[in-house]
T-cell receptor, first 110, second 114 residues
Framework: RKEVEQDPGPFNVPEGATVAFNCTYS??????FFWYRQDCRKEPKLLMS???SGNEDGRFTAQLNRASQYISLLIRDSKLSDSATYLC???????????FGSGTQLTVLP | DVKVTQSSRYLVKRTGEKVFLECVQD?????MFWYRQDPGLGLRLIYF???????EKGDIPEGYSVSREKKERFSLILESASTNQTSMYLC?????????????FGPGTRLTVL
């Protein structure tokens, strides 16, 4: 079983739609959680951290459920510029190591 | 603005050649990382370093070695390149000591081994 699992997609949604991505992790001792965004042929960049209480950044909302070992990312009012691959990332084991999911591809259509 | 640079964007090498991939960061981070990214497999950690001359194996170190002689520079070495090492290689740096939540990535080197 992979340490971090994501639905690979692709998700094709119209502009203005709400879309949700899910991610599960296997290590119950995982300490920190993140969503990274990777544009086509570019490097990953941090989108947002994920906190137990849930957190929001504009149109993006991240949730963490430690009991179910589950992380989610909700994007409201999708824009064309949201088209990218979204990577679920977990910090566990050695505090210096991040484990990346294989990513969920999103395409927002005009 | 944070900056992680990698020596090449594209590289083509032959089987058996020695390959050096260089990474430089200007953020004074103690921690630096080398990943490879393959379709369907995501990013996998090859090696990381948390200080000059220190290194630790990641999940897939076989066939690779690293060098960290200066804080800002972390090199990945393929002693004898093989076709299964054709991949996108991403360097990252992040944090000091035990704090490494945000990692900043370089633009990547797409290596093809023929």
């Amino acid at each position: 079983r992979k340490e971090v699992e994501q639905d690979p997609g692709p998700f094709n949604v119209p502009e203005g739609a709400t879309v949700a991505f899910n991610c599960t992790y296997s290590n119950s001792a995982s300490q920190s959680f993140f969503w990274y965004r990777q544009d086509c042929r570019k490097e990953p960049k941090l989108l947002m951290s994920v906190y137990s209480s849930g957190n929001e950044d504009g149109r993006f909302t991240a949730q963490l459920n430690r009991a179910s070992q589950y992380i989610s990312l909700l994007i409201r009012d999708s824009k064309l510029s949201d088209s990218a691959t979204y990577l679920c990332v977990v910090l566990s084991g050695s505090a210096r190591q991040l484990t990346f999911g294989s990513g969920t591809q999103l395409t927002v259509l005009p | 603005d944070v900056k992680v640079t990698q020596s090449s964007r594209y590289l083509v090498k032959r089987t058996g050649e020695k390959v050096f991939l260089e990474c430089v960061q200007d953020m004074d981070h103690e921690n630096m990382f080398w990943y490879r990214q393959d379709p369907g497999l995501g990013l996998r950690l090859i090696y990381f370093s948390y200080d000059v001359k220190m290194k630790e194996k990641g999940d897939i170190p076989e066939g690779y070695s690293v060098s960290r002689e200066k804080k800002e520079r972390f090199s990945l070495i393929l002693e004898s390149a093989s076709t299964n090492q054709t991949s996108m290689y991403l360097c990252a740096s992040g944090g000091t000591g035990m704090s490494t939540d945000t990692q900043y990535f370089g633009p990547g080197t797409r290596l093809t081994v023929l």
